[in-house]
């Protein structure tokens, strides 16, 4: 007869259960995962899949229950960790947001917003645009499942049950996260640079010719020279995305060794 202790269940549900809260908190927080176009079933099942794949090759976990006051405050904190985790590649496509939001203030398109399902929020056209964009360049260089790789290395560096993560790990995303700006303003300098000339040359063209309505004429050409900047841009907006995403990459794992406490630079 086949007997199975308290001990031995506990240990089986730590081994599924522990993971499963970080992946759960990686799909909750990380780029097209956490898309409100995917339904929960969906994720509910790819994060089951996800940890029944790399379970298996785990370290071995501390004997606590899931189920007492230990084994609790285990499964927040690698909920947490997963956020951090996600969240630091989020960051990235918050900044080419921001990019599209200047772009479109710039071009006279700010007003031109629309809500937004996927994000439950209203965004400007431009920025959607540029949302997608990345979105499929991120898919066609197989982001997704460079994220789901540092994930499974994730349990390499911060073990389960290793200790609490570390303050310079939350350190590591915040100085990260300051980012978005810088990233948002490079990705759209250009543009802003070409329609700042634009803007430039039509206020001397108002001057010279005061009878000339601005309103008529500035908008349709401000518009058309943005549209203009972006057709010529876009060729160049691949190898930039490829840099921001490695970048990405590069502080996920820099904040996973930051809050484990081992040395390693910062984004």
Do not use: C
């Amino acid at each position: 007869m086949i007997s199975v202790t308290d001990a031995q269940l506990d240990g089986w549900l730590a081994a599924f259960l522990f993971p499963l809260a970080r992946i759960f908190g990686l799909l909750a927080a990380a780029p097209l995962f956490n898309n409100a176009a995917i339904p929960m079933r969906v994720k509910l099942v790819a994060g089951l899949a996800i940890t029944f794949a790399i379970a298996p090759t785990l370290p071995t976990f501390p004997p606590v229950a899931p189920a007492s006051w230990a084994g609790l405050a285990i499964l927040a904190q690698q909920g947490l960790i997963g956020i951090a985790l996600g969240f630091t590649m989020r960051l990235v496509f918050a900044g080419i947001d921001l990019a599209g939001e200047l772009i479109g203030l710039q071009m006279g398109l700010g007003f031109a917003v629309f809500y937004d399902p996927l994000n439950a929020a209203q965004l400007p056209i431009v920025a959607e645009l540029a949302g997608l964009i990345a979105l499929l360049i991120f898919l066609a260089l197989n982001g997704h499942l460079m994220t789901l790789a540092l994930l499974a290395e994730s349990f390499t560096v911060l073990p389960v049950g290793s200790g609490a993560f570390k303050a310079a790990g939350w350190e590591t995303l915040l100085r990260w996260g300051a980012r978005i700006f810088s990233i948002g303003v490079l990705l759209a300098l250009p543009l802003i640079g070409a329609l700042l000339i634009a803007n430039i040359a039509l206020g001397v063209l108002t001057k010279v010719a005061p009878q000339l309505n601005l309103f008529a004429v500035g908008f349709p050409l401000t518009l058309m020279a943005g549209f203009v900047m972006l057709a010529l841009t876009l060729p160049y907006f691949a190898p930039v995305m490829e840099s921001l995403f490695e970048q990405g990459y590069e502080a996920i794992s820099a904040v996973m060794h930051a809050g484990a406490g081992s040395p390693q630079a910062g984004p």
